[in-house]
């Protein structure tokens, strides 16, 4: 059975230091780290924002002091979303807006037991209404085209993808078969509409899964993998946008490179703060990293 940080005491939760490490096996590295035996993008984008923040979560496995209403409403709205897609999977019809807002709901009581930081002006009622126009946006949206085939929802993979790094674990939100094509869709919430920034700064999740999928690719006629995202806003008036990239080798290879060379950092017990304006103000490890002696 493979452990979370939070199932292991707090002896086994220090790292040892460098020179004590008895082997430098990625997976036994990560086994020693973090309990668990693979690494997942969010892990690494984890330690990009802040490494001593990686620390508190993964390795040490404190709880947070409090979780954002925004990470609380996203996996919300990606319930409910979920919802529907099983329904359009099974052939049956669509949920209807109050039983797509009652999994909302009921996942926003199920997230976390940490206290929720709202932003200003938002409350739990506030949110509420605005899943309500959120999902009724949603409905009205065509997810899946004529020619699709939903071949996962929700599908957790995972593979030996990148050199010198435990496997990498991916949750995938959906899988189709887009015409010759095997099509990786990510729904995303967002306050404003997306453009091509966002698009390039959400692209290396999305690569790395393409290179997880290579075996369902193979299992369909060694199809071609695209990649897509479906942003829901967060406006006063929700859009429901599309957002494709074609990925290529060359962007791929760089991104397995970068993630190659984060998990080395992390592998050397490389923790330590980065201060930031934006990231400090809602980061829920204040507290222990006021009290982080080095």
């Known amino acids: 059975m493979i452990r979370t940080a939070r199932q292991m005491s707090p002896t086994e939760r220090i790292p040892l230091p460098i020179a004590d490490a008895p082997c430098r096996d990625p997976t036994d590295i990560a086994l020693q780290l973090t309990g668990r035996d693979y690494i997942s993008y969010s892990s690494i984008s984890t330690y990009m924002t802040c490494p001593l923040k990686y620390y508190f979560r993964y390795v040490a496995g404190l709880e947070p002091d409090f979780v954002s209403s925004s990470l609380i409403f996203g996996g919300a709205i990606h319930a409910a979303i979920e919802s529907h897609m099983q329904s359009a999977l099974e052939g049956a019809e669509p949920p209807s807006l109050d039983e797509l807002v009652d999994v909302y709901e009921r996942a926003v009581k199920s997230e976390s037991d940490a206290p929720i930081r709202y932003g200003k002006g938002e409350t739990a009622d506030s949110l509420r209404g605005l899943a309500i126009r959120m999902l009724t946006a949603f409905r009205a949206f065509d997810v899946s085209k004529s020619d699709t085939r939903i071949v996962a929802i929700e599908e957790t993979l995972r593979g030996p993808v990148i050199a010198d790094c435990p496997d990498l674990l991916g949750r995938l939100d959906l899988v189709t078969l887009d015409g010759d094509s095997l099509l990786i869709?990510?729904?995303?919430?967002?306050?404003?509409?997306?453009?091509?920034?966002?698009?390039?700064?959400?692209?290396?999740?999305?690569?790395?899964?393409?290179?997880?999928?290579?075996?369902?690719?193979?299992?369909?006629?060694?199809?071609?993998?695209?990649?897509?995202?479906?942003?829901?806003?967060?406006?006063?008036?929700?859009?429901?946008?599309?957002?494709?990239?074609?990925?290529?080798?060359?962007?791929?290879?760089?991104?397995?490179?970068?993630?190659?060379?984060?998990?080395?950092?992390?592998?050397?017990?490389?923790?330590?703060?980065?201060?930031?304006?934006?990231?400090c103000s809602t980061c829920p490890y204040q507290a222990a990293c006021r009290e982080w002696d080095g």
């Open 185 to 279: 869709t990510d729904f995303k919430t967002s306050r404003s509409s997306w453009n091509a920034e966002n698009v390039r700064q959400a692209a290396p999740q999305q690569l790395l899964y393409t290179e997880l999928v290579q075996p369902l690719a193979e299992a369909f006629g060694d199809r071609p993998i695209r990649v897509e995202w479906i942003v829901l806003t967060k406006t006063k008036q929700p859009k429901v946008e599309r957002h494709e990239l074609t990925p290529d080798a060359a962007q791929v290879k760089w991104t397995k490179q970068m993630v190659r060379r984060v998990w080395q950092a992390i592998a050397d017990r490389h923790f330590y703060p980065s201060p930031s304006a934006m990231n």
